[in-house]
């Protein structure tokens, strides 16, 4: 099969593509033939080694990790999935046309997206669902500031916390501020031209998903005992007393994914698919490359089967 293999710790150049083996399916997993890889900032930063000291890489390595096609082998203790299932799933080594998947991190595709828009919520979803409600504990009537709203995790964050019943902000460009109202935001602060330390007071968590400066001045805008929730890390010397803070771990959760699932299946959350690429190594080196800029709305999806 083919698939996206680095060789060593580098930049975007380093992503080649490769004949490799199709992986063998392990008595609890099954086998997914891909359709469709979403690709998330994490995996840039991996590619470059910045996890190698807590999660070194044995070469060759193929990247990746939300995925979405459909089942062509279940091990023989699988029983949630037969072949033929639409699926999508948590699998690492998803850069490739054929991917193996534990069966508890595999979820049913909804008949009402396709398998781009399946592939993209995965990751996004579940850092932003456990943001906002695992490690802000947000509920309703709460007020919500969410930073980088219109990347693929703030996306999804936007439209997680309205259906909470959340009053909801969120900081963008000047391109963006018409996407982030769509979304569902109550208000939106344009950064290139407003403090929003100026126009946002009392606010009972901040999800944080740009970090430096903005993450420290987000303290500001917190009532006493908020939550500053941070998907990029908290800033150790910036914390103000009385704040509660949490550096988001997202764990892969099928469960979790199912009640995401679900929202997308009732048209309450939609996926935000900002681009569409076929599967070529140009083609991801661009994706890793736009990932780096920090400023992608939505998400970029490879497709690699229609």
């Known amino acids: 099969m083919k698939a996206i293999v680095i060789e060593h710790y580098g930049g975007p150049e380093q992503l080649k593509l490769n004949e490799v083996s199709k992986p063998n ?8 033939e891909v359709y469709a890889i979403a690709t998330n900032p994490a ?9 190698k ?3 070194p890489f044995t070469f060759p390595h193929i990247l990746g990790y939300d995925v979405a096609g459909v089942i062509r082998e279940v091990g023989r203790n699988v ?64 007020k919500v500031l969410i930073h980088g709203g219109a990347g693929g995790v703030g996306s999804m964050a936007i439209q997680l916390a309205k259906h909470a019943g959340a009053y909801v902000a969120s900081t963008g460009s000047t391109s963006n501020v018409n996407f982030l109202k769509e979304l569902g935001a109550d208000v939106v602060v344009d950064y290139t031209n407003e403090d929003f330390t100026k126009v946002l007071h009392d606010y009972d968590l901040v999800v944080d998903l740009v970090g430096g400066e903005t993450q420290i001045r987000s303290y500001q805008v917190l009532k006493k005992g908020g939550t500053l ?14 704040i509660h803070t ?25 996926a935000v698919v900002k681009e569409v690429l076929p599967f070529e190594e140009d083609k991801f080196q661009r994706a890793h490359e736009q990932l780096q800029t920090g400023h992608t709305r939505g998400k970029i999806v490879i497709q690699v089967k229609e």
Do not use: C, H
């Open 53 to 55: 000291d807590v999660m």
């Open 25 to 32: 399916v392990g008595e609890n997993e099954v086998l997914i």
């Open 229 to 242: 929730s941070s998907a990029v890390g908290i800033i150790e010397e910036g914390k103000v007393e009385g």
């Open 79 to 142: 029983s949630k999935w037969k072949i033929g299932d639409a699926v999508l799933a948590t699998a690492n080594g998803s850069y490739a046309e054929f991917t193996v998947a534990d069966e508890n991190q595999v979820v049913a595709k909804p008949e009402n997206i396709n398998f781009n828009e399946a592939a993209s919520i995965i990751s996004t979803s579940m850092t932003a669902w456990t943001a906002l409600f695992i490690d802000g504990k947000l509920t309703k009537d709460q």
């Open 246 to 270: 949490a550096s988001v771990w997202v764990q892969p959760s099928g469960e979790l994914l199912t009640k995401i699932t679900k929202l997308l299946e009732s048209g309450e959350l939609r």
């Open 43 to 51: 995996e840039w930063k991996m590619r470059e080694g910045y996890f």
